[in-house]
């Protein structure tokens, strides 16, 4: 892993029907609805980092980019189908293209899952084979980002935005002088990496936040909420970069906060946040297997 004496993550989208919040608005607080441990799986996640729902199956998609570093849990599974009340449907596998499944985002019109790699600085892009399964065999996967050539030196999150047919990017703070955001438009030819992409940035230090996990977009609004593994709030901008506000989540038990994604709640409420906890980092303690999936409210 690239960052050795701290937490590391994982993070991913889906849509929201959160309100649109303005900066003035009274402090917001997110309040747990239910808590599953990743750990007790039978292929456990001691490090679950991002996450992304799909839809069309209603399960959530966790990837683990810590797991393969700990051989007693390890069994060549680093990519989870869980049902949103935290049950285990399925562990498979992205380890023939990448081990560092940093955060995934589920392009739901293409059917394809775009994985961010911190270790390589990359984006990948998975298409089901024909099997129509994420994580298996038939997979194809083909390096849609070079990170690098963009300055971003430590992807971390990643979100999808549909109609825009944009990336975003969250990365971490130890190859840049601040975490930073960048967003990535496909041109005309609807392709990344070609010379009509449109690329910006900014930075979110100026807000307390010293690393940028994960990262969701809000349906209506196009906000951008992002989950750091240093901070117990999450952090609410514009698409540009403006604050619109911070949400608290120090009450709710979350350690280290490392990939956030929207689906409607186990409860039948249309929309809830989930979160994943990586808990304790592996490298402080390698035989650490305390990773945590929290649905949490806005209130």
């Given at each position: 892993?690239?960052?050795?004496?701290?937490?590391?993550?994982?993070v991913?989208v889906?849509?929201?029907?959160?309100?649109?919040?303005?900066p003035?608005?009274?402090?917001t607080?997110?309040?747990?609805?239910?808590?599953?441990?990743?750990?007790?799986?039978?292929?456990?996640?001691p490090?679950p980092?991002?996450?992304?729902?799909?839809?069309?199956?209603?399960?959530?998609l966790?990837?683990?980019?810590?797991?393969?570093?700990?051989?007693?849990?390890?069994?060549?599974?680093?990519f989870?189908v869980?049902?949103?009340?935290?049950?285990?449907?399925a562990?498979?596998?992205?380890?023939?293209?990448?081990?560092?499944?940093c955060?995934?985002?589920?392009?739901?019109?293409?059917?394809?899952?775009?994985?961010?790699?911190?270790?390589?600085?990359?984006v990948?892009?998975?298409?089901?084979?024909?099997?129509?399964?994420f994580?298996t065999?038939?997979?194809?996967?083909?390096?849609?980002?070079r990170?690098?050539?963009?300055?971003?030196?430590?992807?971390?999150?990643?979100?999808?935005?549909?109609?825009?047919?944009?990336?975003?990017?969250?990365?971490?703070?130890?190859?840049?002088?601040?975490?930073r955001?960048?967003?990535i438009?496909?041109?005309?030819d609807?392709?990344?990496?070609?010379?009509?992409?449109v690329?910006?940035?900014?930075?979110?230090?100026?807000?307390?936040?010293?690393?940028?996990?994960?990262?969701?977009?809000?349906?209506?609004?196009?906000?951008?909420?992002?989950?750091?593994?240093?901070?117990?709030?999450?952090?609410?901008?514009?698409?540009g970069?403006?604050?619109?506000?911070?949400?608290?989540?120090?009450?709710?038990?979350?350690?280290?906060?490392?990939?956030?994604?929207?689906?409607?709640?186990?409860?039948?409420?249309?929309?809830?946040?989930?979160?994943t906890?990586?808990?304790?980092?592996?490298?402080?303690?390698?035989?650490?297997?305390?990773?945590?999936l929290?649905?949490?409210?806005?209130?």
């Open positions: 892993m690239k960052r050795i004496l701290r937490s590391v993550l994982f991913s889906v849509c929201s029907l959160l309100p649109n919040t303005q003035t608005a009274a402090a607080t997110g309040k747990v609805v239910r808590v599953k441990l990743t750990s007790v799986w039978f292929t456990p996640s490090d980092m991002g996450i992304t729902y799909d839809p069309r199956t209603h399960r959530l966790i990837g683990d980019s810590e797991v393969d570093e700990m051989p007693s849990l390890w069994k060549g599974r680093n989870f869980v049902r949103r009340k935290g049950n285990l449907v562990g498979r596998t992205f380890k023939k293209f990448t081990t560092e499944p955060d995934v985002t589920l392009a739901t019109g293409d059917h394809a899952l775009y994985i961010a790699d911190d270790d390589r600085d990359r990948f892009r998975d298409g089901a084979g024909k099997d129509g399964l994580g065999r038939d997979d194809v996967a083909t390096t849609v980002l990170t690098r050539r963009f300055g971003s030196f430590d992807p971390e999150g990643l979100a999808w935005v549909p109609r825009a047919r944009m990336l975003i990017v969250t990365d971490g703070a130890d190859a840049a002088p601040t975490a955001v960048y967003t438009r496909q041109g005309k609807r392709r990344f990496a070609t010379s009509d992409d690329v910006r940035h900014f930075g979110i230090h100026r807000y307390g936040f010293t690393d940028a996990d994960g990262v969701a977009v809000t349906r209506f609004s196009h906000h951008l909420l992002i989950v750091s593994d240093r901070q117990s709030f999450i952090l609410e901008t514009t698409m970069g403006k604050l619109v506000r911070k949400i608290d989540i120090s009450a709710t038990g979350i350690k280290a906060a490392s990939g956030i994604t929207f689906a409607p709640g186990t409860g039948g409420s249309a929309s809830r946040l989930y979160i906890d990586r808990g304790v980092d592996n490298n402080r303690n390698p035989h650490e297997n305390d990773g945590k929290f649905e949490l409210k806005i209130a």
